[in-house]
């Protein structure tokens, strides 16, 4: 009883860090001009209100994916590497609190001022296809949900990485270099290989916005050959729905374990 | 209370920073941990405070492992280790406030904390914009503020000024009235000699003496007294009083005394001095006990 206490008095402070450094508003300042471009791009060179109502929806998931990212990066990049760079591990590691704790306690608050931005960012999508359409498709709240997986995932993912190094924009570095280039080659390579990359964070977020494909939800082939032309031939692979979410869960569970055991003998040299 | 360091042991690599170190700090007085740079004094205060894992062994906080029962061993330690860096847009109260809520403490005195190191004034203040030697009062206050009975401190005078030093000294003088074990290292020998009870005294890594400043006074006192007169000394008469080994003229009024050993010797020569006629001001000891203590089981050596 007394750690749940603890993670929460973690997450309450955490959290108000976070607020005070402007972390929150300025994402939130730079979601409102992302979401002020949509509209405008969309609203000036076409019609939403005429087109379909999946294909007004997706407009504003498909940036849901990097939103997510971003967020990830901003609030658990030096998450822990800055206890140490900052050595602010001096003053919170030598009481009684277990390390979890610390670790989950920070985890929370970096989800809860992620989803706030996430929230934020995705109920404006709602509201503008509400707008048009009069109505909301279901894609669109399953996508909201695949969002909600990605952002938990990712997010312990890159929590896992904050406790690797002892240097907070060395972490964010790292993280941003793996998502953006490292899981995008392997997912092209893979591609190339005939090999489905299940085992990609990025192909699994795929889901995000495969969810409005087709006539019904999961009405897309799982994989295509594509003849690229001298004999070579790609395999596009899509996941299933719930192989997506598997993956993503996946990460979550694989680096939660070792974050936290990572983390539990980290020492401050 | 008492902390104990069972067979402790901290290596890296081929380096052994603590080489079974067994010790037992018990009850309500100060000890001073003295070493040279690299001794391993850090690393013990570490190891007690879950910053780092001993390699083996056991670092024993009034009985209970700090390892294992982490929240049972920590319960009532306040520790400063180095100079810690805090959440740079939280004021010196939330910080404290922070501590007290983490540490599920009943005692928990912010104000009095604050005003016990002097920076009650800047209690609503962002700690980023604050100089290092204010981030260490804010960091002792943090130490203070759940009114522990065991404190953890390494070097709690760093980055303060000389003012500022005489202040904290206070306040661990303080605390010592209120029965509270303090383990202290620190590279200050006049700090120990005045704040400390017992001197502990640790090189690479291993543990060279553990004893009371009082014990250690005796056993290292001098053989040499350094006399200051209002009028000018004749150093030749001195030579001929019983017991003198040499003398040495530092100045007109001031000379330096070696004789053969003992408290009584010391005693007598200042007698004689009295009634020579010499006007004695100031006669003391050349050299602090500690510090030949200090010398003789160190050297002048760091491990840097």
């Given at each position: 009883m007394s750690d749940l206490k603890q993670m929460w008095i973690m997450t309450k402070y955490q959290f108000k860090n976070y607020m005070r450094a402007k972390r929150l508003y300025i994402l939130l300042l730079i979601t409102s001009l992302v979401i002020a471009l949509i509209v405008s791009v969309n609203v000036y060179f076409g019609n939403p209100s005429e087109e379909d109502i999946k294909s007004t929806a997706s407009s504003f998931a498909n940036f849901s994916e990097i939103l997510v990212v971003l967020t990830a990066l901003f609030f658990?990049?030096?998450?822990?590497?800055g206890e140490y760079q900052n050595k602010t591990g001096y003053f919170l590691?030598?009481?009684?609190?277990r390390r979890y704790v610390i670790y989950w306690g920070k985890y929370l608050a970096s989800l809860l001022a992620s989803l706030i931005v996430l929230l934020f960012y995705l109920i404006s999508g709602m509201l503008y296809t509400f707008y048009f359409h009069g109505t909301i498709p279901s894609e669109y709240l399953y996508s909201m949900l695949y969002s909600f997986v990605f952002l938990v995932s990712l997010l312990a993912f890159t929590y896992l990485f904050s406790t690797f190094f002892k240097n907070g924009a060395v972490a964010l570095t790292i993280v941003a270099i793996l998502y953006f280039f490292v899981f995008n080659i392997i997912d092209g390579v893979s591609q190339i290989a005939s090999v489905e990359p299940w085992f990609s964070i990025t192909y699994a977020s795929g889901i995000i916005t495969l969810?409005?494909?087709?006539?019904?939800?999961?009405?897309?082939?799982?994989s295509q050959v594509i003849h690229?032309?001298?004999?070579l031939t790609i395999t596009a692979y899509n996941p299933y729905l719930w192989e997506g979410v598997a993956i993503m869960l996946g990460y979550f569970v694989i680096s939660a374990i070792i974050g936290t055991l990572i983390f539990q003998r980290k020492e401050m040299k | 209370m008492y902390m104990e360091a069972v067979s402790l042991t901290k290596k890296y690599g081929n380096f052994y920073?603590?080489?079974d170190l067994n010790v037992k700090f018990e009850g309500a007085k100060c000890i001073g941990y003295l070493g040279p740079n690299g001794a391993g004094k850090t690393t013990t205060l570490k190891l007690f405070t879950n910053l780092l894992n001993p390699t083996s062994g056991e670092a024993i906080i009034n009985g209970y492992n700090v390892k294992k029962e982490l929240k049972k061993a920590l319960k009532d330690v306040g520790t400063l280790i180095e100079t810690p860096g805090f959440y740079s847009y939280l004021t010196p109260v939330e910080l404290l406030n922070m501590l007290c809520e983490i540490r599920m403490a009943?005692?928990?005195?912010v104000k009095n904390a604050l005003e016990e190191v002097g920076m009650y004034e800047w209690k609503d203040k962002k700690v980023g914009k604050f100089s290092k030697g204010m981030k260490q009062r804010i960091a002792i206050a943090a130490a203070l503020v759940t009114n522990p009975e065991i404190l953890i401190l390494d070097e709690p005078t760093t980055g303060m000024d000389p003012r500022g030093m005489a202040e904290i000294r206070q306040v661990i003088k303080n605390l010592k009235k209120e029965k509270r074990m303090i383990l202290m290292s620190s590279h200050l020998l006049p700090e120990v000699t005045e704040v400390c009870d017992e001197v502990a005294m640790i090189n690479r890594g291993k543990l060279l003496l553990y004893e009371s400043i009082d014990k250690l006074s005796e056993k290292f006192r001098g053989n040499s007294v350094v006399v200051t007169s209002m009028n000018e000394i004749d150093e030749q008469k001195i030579m001929n009083l019983e017991g003198v080994k040499s003398v040495e003229k530092l100045s007109d009024t001031k000379i330096k005394i070696d004789f053969e050993d003992g408290a009584e010797m010391q005693y007598r020569i200042l007698s004689e001095l009295i009634t020579m006629g010499i006007k004695v001001v100031d006669y003391r000891a050349s050299g602090m006990a500690l510090e030949k203590a200090y010398l003789q089981m160190i050297g002048g050596e760091t491990n840097e």
């Open positions: 658990g990049g030096d998450a822990i590497a590691l030598p009481n009684p609190i969810v409005f494909q087709g006539s019904y939800m999961g009405d897309y082939p799982h690229a032309g001298k004999g | 920073a603590l080489r009943n005692k928990c005195d």
